[in-house]
């Protein structure tokens, strides 16, 4: 029997915990560290670490090395090599090149400054302006009807420019209505097939002049190249998963199942920050708590 055309299904489910050395850890990571570790776990699954540091002012080695001995004292585990995104800029770039061939990204030069002057002049005349689910309004430019000759003109000019996906271009192209599998809950406790709405993003940010790379690509790409099967992530990106399917579906990339897990929050309710300092781990760890408190503080024991 001739085998080379059998397509081999990945059965070891793979997981991965992928945080941003930013600032410390705190209780929320190690939450979010532990849950995806216990999944991996019962399902006799891998799991892997990724260093999100395409934000390389932010992310410095420093940081990186106090997040790593962070995640060792509280137990976590991870199967293989972390990867580091900053090592990958080139295969990003090879991808927003290819989306820009074929028509769906384009140079974009406003300032953040410009943008937001802009949609304050178009919302103090009564115009209303989307927003997408981060909060930055949706962007105002007009460059994404330029010309192909236009736009590499934009791109080898002296400006600063930021790829963006021309959303409604790329869903205009789709077959098919884009859903997922949620096993957790979106913020509405949103559960089971959900249908992407990737038109509440707005032309999504691809990558920069200076660093080809942003949040939703980066991790789609490496999500596709680790062979991750479930990903475990806090509810607060839920909504991000709407443009994850859509840059699944242009890049022809395999479908993750998804599981958006509780947030641990403050006592007045909010989100953990990196900023808010009683939580972190490292200074936990300095008051004399043991990793086991840490776990029965996140209810995970
Ligand atoms: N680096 C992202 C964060 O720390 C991870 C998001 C994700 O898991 O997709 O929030």
Redesign the pocket.
């Known amino acids: 029997m001739a085998t080379e055309n059998l397509i081999t299904k990945p059965t070891t489910p793979i997981f ?5 050395p930013n600032g410390l850890m705190h209780l929320g ?1 190690a939450y979010s560290a532990i849950f995806n570790l216990k999944m991996a776990r019962e399902n006799d699954g891998k799991m892997l670490l990724r260093i ?1 540091d395409i934000d390389t002012v932010r992310c410095t080695p420093e940081n990186e090395k106090l997040m790593l001995e962070d995640l060792e004292w509280i137990g976590f585990e991870w199967d293989e090599k972390p990867m580091r995104q900053s090592g990958q800029f080139e295969r990003y770039a090879e991808t927003i090149s290819d989306l820009f061939d074929e028509g769906i990204a384009y140079p974009s030069t406003m300032s953040r400054r410009e943008i937001a002057e802009a949609v304050e002049a178009m919302t103090a005349g009564g115009k209303s302006w989307q927003t997408d689910p981060d909060g930055a309004p949706h962007y105002p430019g007009n460059e994404r009807s330029l010309n192909a000759d236009e736009r590499v003109e934009v791109m080898a000019g002296n400006r600063q420019y930021a790829m963006r996906l021309d959303l409604q271009t790329a869903v205009s192209m789709l077959t098919n209505q884009l859903t997922w599998n949620e096993t957790g809950a979106g913020p509405e406790g949103q559960s089971g097939t959900i249908f992407a709405e990737p038109d509440i993003w707005g032309d999504v940010i691809l990558g920069r002049k200076d660093i080809p790379a942003s ?1 939703h690509l980066s ?1 789609v790409l490496d999500d596709a190249i680790q062979g991750v099967t479930y ?1 475990v ?2 509810r607060d ?1 839920f909504h ?1 998963t709407s443009v994850h399917r859509l840059l699944q579906e242009l890049l022809q990339l395999p479908v993750p199942d998804y599981h958006h897990h509780d947030l641990i929050l403050d006592e007045d309710g909010r989100k953990l920050s990196k900023s808010r300092q009683s939580t972190a781990l490292r200074h936990l760890r300095e008051a004399g708590m043991t990793a086991s408190d840490v776990h029965r503080m996140i209810g995970l024991e």
């Not at 991965?16 to 941003?20: E, G, I, L, V």
């Open positions: 991965r915990f992928a945080p941003s990571h999100e949040y991790s990903i992530r806090g990106i991000a």
